[in-house]
């Protein structure tokens, strides 16, 4: 088999009798298909929690004399509980209407008379493998969307001379499967360099997944990343997949990668080297093939001296290094993205802006842009909302360029929060967590304001 083939369908078979398993065996490894045989319902639960299978081929009658079926029967409802989504197809000698009525009832895909029929078997299995897949691929779909992703495709702008190595790296390393590290302060735009990243790729037909590991709680970080089983704890009332599974043949990218807490970083080291996991409260080990494309805003090195971070981890995700210099080094840049933030905020406001007068322009490319690439946005928003003609003036843009800082008792509380979180990120030059512990905020508080301020 190629490096690129698809691994081979594998399919469990359980029957009592040797020489039945051996003929499924050698019918349909002929075809091409992965076969796994065991002889009892214990072995057949053992083993789909163990591994994943596309079909299940189960007798009905295991013990010796016995033609009532219910063993299969009840074999059927503890795989339709352990797996909702894995056809099952049912075998007896002793075939009857009411049997093969109760077992289709009971979630069977089909059924099949001893002796079989050649034929009829192959087409039956090769029927339901594609079914069940189609079903798969369509949960999986719905849960994708589901989770937070980028809207469209990104939007790389950048003619500066500071950012021509940025566009050099993502056009040498973004058609590999290199793992790439995206350092930088906050909102210079790491998420949108990590989607030209996956737009380049072969893998730009699948998933781009995106999770900021900054904002997930500890408390459902395993769950997050690798998914659960129903019931693995008090909210989980179906089975979810996890980011590293939704991503599977595609792009994950892991912003804020810093804040992973030690406990997990052995875990997600483990996947990164095997693409093995488990989803939590399953023993069931999975595979996923995904590129990895991580951003911090912090110095990684400094927290692996620190003991906070695992080295060989900064190993796996260091394959390549790409630095986003913040915006006040990339002025030439502001013009050009301002405009792109304006015609955005035009269309969604129904505005009739048609541009910046020359004082705006002029203020834009003065300031120090301590929130970088978003504050321009958020700034070009607050512009569209308030300019009252058709151009935005620098007063509408609210940046004090030159002026004194606004007085406090001005302010409103979410101004005065904003404007002393903007101020402490600067000061930490970016580092979100160090801003975070000044300001005595845990970092998900800390990250759920960042996302309401647009910071």
Request: charged share 25%; glycine share 8%.
């Amino acid at each position: 088999m190629a490096a690129n083939d698809p691994a081979p369908h594998r399919i469990l078979v359980a029957d009592d009798q040797p020489d039945v398993l051996e003929a499924l065996r050698l019918l349909l490894k002929a075809e091409g298909y992965q076969i796994e045989t065991v002889k009892s319902p214990a072995a057949v639960l053992k083993a789909i929690e163990a591994r994943d299978f596309s079909l299940a081929i189960i007798d009905l009658n295991y013990a010796r004399d016995t033609t009532s079926g219910q063993e299969g029967l009840d074999l059927l409802a503890k795989l339709q509980a352990a797996d909702v989504t894995l056809p099952v197809v049912v075998m007896t000698a002793w075939a009857s209407v009411e049997i093969a009525v109760e077992a289709m009832r009971r979630g069977a895909k089909d059924f099949i008379t001893k002796p079989w029929e050649n034929p009829r078997l192959l087409t039956i299995v090769k029927t339901q493998i594609e079914l069940a897949g189609a079903v798969r691929a369509y949960r999986r779909l719905e849960q994708e969307n589901q989770i937070l992703r980028g809207k469209g495709g990104p939007n790389l702008i950048a003619q500066s001379a500071a950012m021509r190595p940025v566009l050099e790296i993502i056009s040498r390393v973004g058609p590999s499967d290199a793992n790439v590290l995206i350092t930088g302060e906050n909102g210079t735009g790491k998420g949108v360099v990590a989607q030209a990243l996956h737009a380049v790729s072969v893998r730009a037909g699948k998933a781009f997944i995106a999770v900021n590991m900054g904002g997930l709680p500890e408390g459902v970080f395993e769950s997050e990343l690798f998914g659960h089983v129903r019931g693995a704890f008090t909210d989980a009332k179906v089975d979810r997949a996890g980011r590293f599974e939704l991503a599977d043949s595609g792009t994950l990218f892991m912003d804020e990668i810093g804040n992973i807490p030690m406990s997990q970083q052995a875990k997600i080291l483990r996947t990164l080297e095997t693409g093995e996991f488990e989803r939590v409260g399953s023993s069931r080990t999975s595979r996923t093939n995904v590129r990895l494309i991580s951003a911090t805003n912090s110095d990684l090195n400094a927290e692996v001296a620190a003991g906070k971070f695992r080295q060989d981890l900064l190993f796996r995700l260091n394959t390549i290094h790409l630095h986003l210099p913040p915006l006040r080094e990339r002025r030439e840049d502001i013009p050009l993205l301002a405009q792109h933030f304006l015609k955005a905020h035009v269309a969604r406001y129904s505005k009739p802006i048609t541009g910046f007068d020359d004082a705006a322009l002029e203020a834009m490319k003065n300031y120090s842009w301590p929130g970088n690439v978003r504050e321009l946005d958020h700034s070009v928003e607050r512009g569209v909302l308030m300019a009252q003609g058709k151009v935005v003036r620098a007063p509408d843009l609210g940046l004090n360029a030159g002026q004194s800082a606004p007085r406090l008792e001005d302010m409103s509380l979410e101004e005065v929060e904003s404007f002393l979180i903007k101020k402490t990120l600067a000061r930490c030059d970016g580092n979100a967590r160090k801003a975070a512990e000044e300001l005595g905020l845990s970092r998900s508080a800390f990250y759920r304001r960042l996302e309401r301020y647009k910071l």
